[in-house]
């Protein structure tokens, strides 16, 4: 564990991911009001596409917009994101499935064992095309996948600066997620300057610990593709907000001094 994490991707033989490890290449550590957030930021890519909640999550007023095809669509509290349909898009050539895979991570103020769900190809593919961004069907299924795929690395980094608080909080859940592609975190201007590279997306995810919200910074930046296949760094740490945060940041700090130099 440690201030950044980089958790890369790396596609396999029949899918671009390697599903044989859940943390890739971990560097220096990464450990990455009506509920409504009014603030006009654009929805990132990825939280754009994460989950069409379920009933039970959604806010009791109806936030409605509309999307590319005109029709009304309400929005989720939890993402800041229109509910995804499961029709077939104008101008989609071929149909896309509809079944959506289960997430590891839990859902606050949700029964217990509910989890986060992700959305199906033909979602993932409407929230492109709403945003005049759709891929080729035939590309739908990977890109999935790989989402898919950083929503669990970011958790399993979250875990990992979650278990200094175990005692407190034996199971931590994500209550809810904002994308902020368009504001830098400090750490992240701090690396554009020094090393002229800046992430593409920035998530910040809401987590319940045990009763305490505790806001963590996701930046997530492109690696060097491998054997041809796309690897992607997340860089996780909570956000300094509070002093027990700041404390978590520096302890990982010494522990990384005390892993590179006093071996």
């Known amino acids: 564990m440690s201030d950044d994490s980089n958790r890369s991707t790396k596609p ?3 899918c671009p991911v390697d599903h044989r490890t859940t943390t890739a290449a971990v560097a220096p550590h990464s450990r990455p009001e009506c509920p409504v957030d009014k603030s006009p930021q654009a929805p990132s890519f990825a939280q754009s596409l994460f989950v069409k909640q379920p009933e039970a ?4 007023v109806d936030h409605s917009s509309s999307n590319g095809s005109g029709s009304n669509e309400s929005v989720n509290p939890l993402n800041m994101m229109p509910q995804l349909t499961q029709d077939m898009h104008t101008g989609q050539t071929e149909p896309l499935s509809t079944e959506r895979e289960y997430s590891t991570i839990p859902r606050s103020n949700a029964p217990d064992g509910s989890v986060w769900e992700y959305p199906s190809p033909q979602q993932f593919y409407n929230a492109l ?9 035939e590309y ?8 898919n795929f950083l929503n669990e690395g970011a958790w399993n980094e979250v875990l990992k600066w979650e278990s200094r608080h175990r005692n407190e909080c034996k199971m931590p859940r994500l209550a809810r997620l904002q994308g902020r592609p368009n ?10 300057w020094i090393h002229g590279v800046r992430p593409f997306d920035r998530h910040d995810w809401y987590v319940d610990r045990c009763g305490k919200q505790v806001r963590y910074v996701i930046d997530y930046y492109e690696g060097v593709p491998e054997d041809d296949s796309p690897v992607f760094n997340l860089v996780v740490r909570p956000a300094i907000d509070d002093l027990s945060s700041l404390a978590d940041r520096a302890k990982q ?11």
């Open 12 to 14: 396999g033989a029949s």
């Open 57 to 60: 999550a959604k806010c009791p």
């Open 129 to 137: 095309a709403r945003k005049n961004m759709a891929a080729p069907e």
């Open 140 to 147: 739908v299924d990977v890109m999935v996948d790989i989402h």
């Open 183 to 192: 504001d830098l975190s400090p750490m992240a201007r701090i690396s554009s």
């Open 253 to 263: 700090l010494w522990d990384d001094a005390k892993e590179k130099y006093l071996k």
